[in-house]
């Protein structure tokens, strides 16, 4: 027993000055050349934290956290100095992940997930970035997992073919862009499978026959655009139009999960 606690002791006298050191650590170190050095914390002005992490010639390093003036967890930036890349996790105010990728030199690389703030790890959008764009097919996904929409994208613009998805799996819309507007083809359809919208776009403008159809598949109007313009400007004509417009705001029927403010 002697013995254990004589070993017991001499442990103690070894950790004891480590623990006072670690204690006596000093924060926001400037070199001489004006450099952010080591442990640095900063807060709000409501005195909350506001960012915690390690600097190295003014450069963070490691594990980098920050914080919202409540005092949410915003994100959790890992800094691989030797590849210029960092590891980044996004955050929701009530703690759920928002979003989680890689940067390489400060821009989006690689593939990055967003994930909603309702329900825990649930993922809605997914896509490829090169130099901070969107490369290839974004996706985005339904509630109960499936694919509600695919877009086609080339060097961050809407380029190809744009497809919106029920939960069902069935199609709701069909398109396609070019230079990121809308060209050729457009086609909605109701949940029953019958035609909803036919029409067509040339670079973002509606032209010549659109139709629209009945939840029977039976036509209900039909318009004819000019550059854009209704040829006959009947009221009637005015709620199709007003619908079609909300569409283009809109992108479709999904809204992005990226134009958030939380991942940027």
Known sequence: MKHIFQITLSILIVLLPLYNMKAQEKLNLTDKNGYKQGHWIKKHPNGNLLYEGYFSDN?????????????????????????????AVFYHPNGYIAGKGKYYLRKKTGEWKYYSDYVKDHMLMKCIYMDDKVEGLRLKYHWNGDIAEEMEFKAGEKTGEWKQ?????????ESSFVNDKRNGEFKTWHTNGKHEITGCYNNDIRTGKWLFFNNDGSLRKEIRYNNGIPENRAELIKQETEYLDKLEKEGGKIKDPEITGIIK
Do not use: Q
């Open 59 to 87: 450069k963070p390093v490691s594990e980098f956290k920050r914080y919202d003036e409540d005092g949410n967890l915003k994100s959790v930036l890992n800094y691989r100095a030797e590849t210029d890349t960092v590891d």
């Open 165 to 173: 998805y029920y939960t069902d799996g069935t199609l709701s819309l």
